[in-house]
């Protein structure tokens, strides 16, 4: 290993000392949230494109909720332009 790798090695380490109290001090959850909170159609606003929403313009997401607490979700954009054909 080079001393520039073991310096990096040493300072990672440290870190994850230091950071330990922090992470065990943090606030729980106070309850849990519903599916149905998220129920209905998300408009996003600013995103990280991915790989399934490549060439996408005004990206949808349709969220229902399912048995068990769960939910299905349905992504929508339009191709090319704001007023291009649908990909769902």
């Known amino acids: 290993m080079t001393q520039t790798s073991l310096?990096?090695?040493a300072l990672t380490a440290f870190s994850t000392l230091l950071a330990a109290?922090?992470?065990a001090a943090a606030p729980q959850p106070s309850k849990p949230v519903a599916?149905?909170?998220?129920?209905?159609?998300w408009h996003e606003i600013a995103r990280t494109q991915n790989s399934?929403?490549?060439?996408c313009e005004a990206p949808t997401n349709r969220f229902v909720a399912a048995a068990k607490g769960?939910?299905?979700?349905?992504q929508t954009c339009r191709q090319g332009s704001p007023t291009g054909p649908a990909k769902t």
Do not use: C, D, E, I
Not at 35 to 41: I, K, R, T, Y
């Open 70 to 74: 769960g939910y299905s979700m349905v």
């Open 21 to 23: 109290p922090a992470l």
């Open 35 to 41: 599916a149905s909170f998220f129920s209905g159609q």
């Open 52 to 55: 399934m929403q490549r060439n």
């Open 7 to 9: 310096r990096l090695a």
